[in-house]
């Protein structure tokens, strides 16, 4: 028998904690050199021009941290042109000169994703500087302070989905156009573990990415015009936004990690290479699917 402040699966889970966290101590206790479950495949320290996304566009909502800093990272060292945006200058900034530092290319802009006209604008400026837009991820998304239903703000609520599901659909809406007009493009949305369970806490969370996955779905159809549209579901990564979460609801890794299939917190990097793969083609079969990125949780 556990108390109820325990943090065992079933008292997390009734949590509803998004505020999901994991350790890291486990993967460098990993016997083996060789990239595993427990032992994930370092990034890449520098740009290849003639990598396997050379030549291709690459725009990312949400790009100045976490999986969306790692994600364009991990394109422009494979040789991709990445345009990143967010709302943060200064981190924005920063993720480009890293890029750049590391002979990739990489563009940054300023955008709020809640604001139509200004993902309007980022798609254009993308093929304004670089002629296509070939990848399209749709990252950008933020916090969720856990509550019960009748506890949420309005406020909090609109914000929510105005970020995390209107975000997506504006991308999604300014970008097919131009993927239609060049002949084939991918969209890669994010969705999340919430988009397949059904967390107390977290009801406005729950709602966004259960939207995600619904367009995702929709977007499908496109295929017709050699457009695939995709989604990935992380369950607990290691940024900004889950230290935040994860702070706010006083849990440790170490006494979470223990009650995941694997028990140890996920790195950006491994979810940027999970999208590396949606977009890639050898990925031509998966379109209109979610991509469970749970290391086993939603098995």
Request: zero cysteines.
């Amino acid at each position: 028998m556990t108390s109820d402040t325990d943090p065992t699966r079933r008292s997390f889970l009734t949590r509803g904690a998004l505020g999901l966290a994991a350790t890291a101590a486990t993967a460098a206790a990993a016997s083996s050199a060789q990239a595993n479950a427990l032992n994930p495949a370092a990034a890449p320290g520098r740009a290849d021009p003639d990598g396997a996304f050379a030549g291709k566009v690459v725009a990312i909502t949400g790009g100045n941290s976490g999986i969306g800093a790692a994600t364009a990272h991990a394109f422009a060292m494979a040789g991709a042109k990445v345009v990143i945006t967010a709302r943060r200058d200064a981190l924005g900034r920063q993720v480009e000169a890293e890029i750049r530092a590391k002979g990739g290319e990489a563009t940054w802009m300023v955008t709020d994703v809640r604001a139509p006209a200004q993902v309007e604008a980022f798609v254009a400026a993308t093929v304004s500087t670089y002629g296509r837009l070939d990848v399209l991820f749709n990252n950008a998304g933020i916090f969720m302070t856990p509550g019960l239903i009748e506890d949420i703000s309005l406020e909090n609520f609109d914000d929510m989905l105005r970020t995390n599901t209107y975000g997506v659909f504006y991308g999604m809406k300014y970008a097919i156009p131009v993927m239609k007009a060049q002949g084939g493009g991918v969209i890669v949305n994010m969705a999340s573990v919430a988009a397949h369970r059904g967390f107390p806490n977290t009801a406005h969370y729950n709602a966004s990415k259960h939207a995600v996955a619904g367009m995702t779905k929709a977007g499908a159809q496109l295929a017709k015009d050699n457009i695939r549209v995709v989604s990935i579901s992380p369950l607990a990564v290691d940024t900004p936004m889950l230290r935040e979460s994860f702070d706010y609801q006083g849990f440790t890794y170490e006494a979470v990690a223990p009650n995941f299939v694997t028990p140890r917190i996920m790195d950006p990097h491994e979810m940027a290479e999970g999208v590396m793969f949606l977009a890639s083609d050898a990925a031509t079969a998966f379109n209109g699917m979610d991509f469970d990125a749970t290391g086993g949780q939603l098995a």
